[in-house]
């Protein structure tokens, strides 16, 4: 008896580290070029987006009628769950789907028996896109659970969902409901969690494709990587779906050995943190190449403010915020750490053109730029406005993308720099044109004669 005992704790610590080995049995390159082999990309007009719609409001349902019915309250609190557009005319692949449902069916929880089932999957839709492969395996997968939850939810009240309840293997759940919920609610939770983050999971690659059908990667390079290890992210999506099928059967028989689902949750999470992070990333690309592409001819002044974000605008003698649509705009850029000398050159600079304001409409702009504003910083920063002539200020600039573009564009570095804004009359533009010690562009930059934009530059 104890020999019997003993012999069964060693197979379920076996099992329990199953999945671990899956993690480090091949590398990214080795599943990049498995994943390879068995794709022959061919069918472009499968409306796997509909299908998707579909699988995630079935798993959507299910993980929620869990999570609200505390595992054991069979209350259906389904009137909060936002309905989503499903098409009234779908083409299922259904067929299809039962045939994944079947190689994923009556598997032991083995690590092994894991990457053969993967693998075979893979070669049965290796005429699918990658996104594609990644939703109809987690349809077979949402057509079985969905049911088997679907039962449990109705044999109290059916009769004929509790036959066909029994006639699916679910007699232990249908004769003892609450203590087969109260010994498996664990196993549920982290279940339904891992089928979560592989929704999410397939939900940013469809993000990332959405945007690499829209955008160069010349100009977002992130894109390019991204795209590249879409086939990895697709890889653990469906060997997790096989796992979370061989869960779902174990629970179904209420069997005591299962699958340890942490390994394969800690690499969903990390993958759904990376293509979260590639997200981000690329976002913030396309939104530079959109910045730049708006301050080589922005519309107006304010247009170019905005995109920018200097703002809100202060005016340095009133503290009051201004707007400077009808203007002309000198930007001086500058750090912290500006010389009292240097200060002393600003003030006839700035008297010259407050005497000229009815000629030339220029108004400066303060647009000091620190790295991150602390409390020191704030300080450093009021004590040298306070020796500043009482121009305009954008106080706090903290934009990255904006500080990207005034190092990379206007090639600020550690000198202050001048950009001045030309209002074109005739239709209405704006044009940047910049000087500093290293960077100068023609003699009109600035409505200031040649001595006064040296001191000031």
């Known amino acids: 008896m104890a020999s019997n005992k003993k012999q069964q704790d060693s197979t379920q610590h076996a099992n329990k580290g199953d999945l671990l080995s899956v993690l480090t049995a091949m590398s990214n390159d080795q599943i990049k ?17 509909t299908l998707f719609v579909v699988v995630k409001d079935i798993l959507n349902r299910v993980t929620l009628v869990v999570d609200n019915d505390d595992l054991g309250a069979k209350q259906a609190c389904l009137e909060n769950l936002e309905e989503e557009a499903i098409k009234a005319c779908i083409s299922l692949p259904f067929c299809t789907l039962k045939q994944l449902s079947f190689k994923m069916a009556c598997k032991a929880p ?39 939850w679907l039962l449990d939810q109705l044999h109290t009240s059916n009769q004929l969902a509790k036959s066909v309840g029994i006639l699916k293997g679910m007699t232990t759940i249908i004769k003892h409901p609450d203590p087969w919920i109260q010994i498996h609610k664990e196993v549920i939770v982290e279940l339904n969690n891992l089928i979560k983050g592989t929704l999410d999971v ?51 028989n209420n069997e005591d050995k299962k699958h340890d689902l942490f390994p394969l949750i800690e ?38 403010f905005n995109e920018m974000r200097f703002n809100p605008l202060i005016n340095g003698s009133t503290n009051i915020e201004v707007d400077i649509e009808r203007k002309n705009i000198i930007l001086f850029f500058s ?22 304001k009815d000629q030339n409409k220029y108004e400066i702009v303060w647009i000091p730029i620190v790295d991150k504003w602390t409390d020191d910083m704030q300080k450093k920063f009021e004590t040298l406005r306070s020796k500043m002539p ?13 500080t990207k573009y005034i190092k990379e564009k206007w090639q600020f570095k ?37 001595r006064e934009r040296t001191r000031i530059v």
């Open 33 to 49: 070029k498995q994943m390879c082999e068995f794709h022959v990309h061919t069918d472009k007009n499968f409306d796997v987006r």
């Open 110 to 148: 083995n690590e092994d028996i894991a990457r053969k089932t993967t693998t075979s999957i893979l070669k049965k839709l290796s005429s699918y896109s990658w996104n594609t492969k990644a939703v109809l395996t987690l349809g077979a997968f949402a057509l079985d659970y969905g049911e088997f």
């Open 202 to 252: 397939i939900d940013c690659i469809f993000k990332l494709e959405d945007l690499y059908a829209k955008n160069d990667t010349i100009h977002v390079p992130e894109l390019s990587t991204a795209i590249d290890n879409i086939p990895i992210d697709v890889y653990w999506a469906i060997i997790t779906i096989v796992a979370c099928t061989t869960q779902m059967r174990c629970l179904n």
């Open 267 to 304: 690499k969903i999470n990390v993958t759904l943190d990376v293509l979260k992070r590639n997200i981000e990333v690329c976002d913030e690309q396309i939104r530079y190449v959109k910045l730049v592409n708006t301050m080589r001819n922005p519309e107006k002044i304010t247009k170019a």
């Open 335 to 356: 750090d912290l750490d500006i010389s009292n000398e240097y200060v002393s050159n600003l003030e006839p600079i700035y008297k010259e053109i407050s005497k000229n």
């Open 390 to 402: 009482p121009w305009y200020i954008v106080q706090n600039f903290s934009f990255e993308l904006g």
């Open 414 to 450: 550690d000198k202050p720099i001048v950009v001045a804004d030309e209002l074109t009359r005739d239709c209405g533009t704006s044009k940047f044109k910049c000087t500093s010690h290293d960077y100068h562009i023609g003699t009109g930059c600035l409505p200031l004669h040649s």
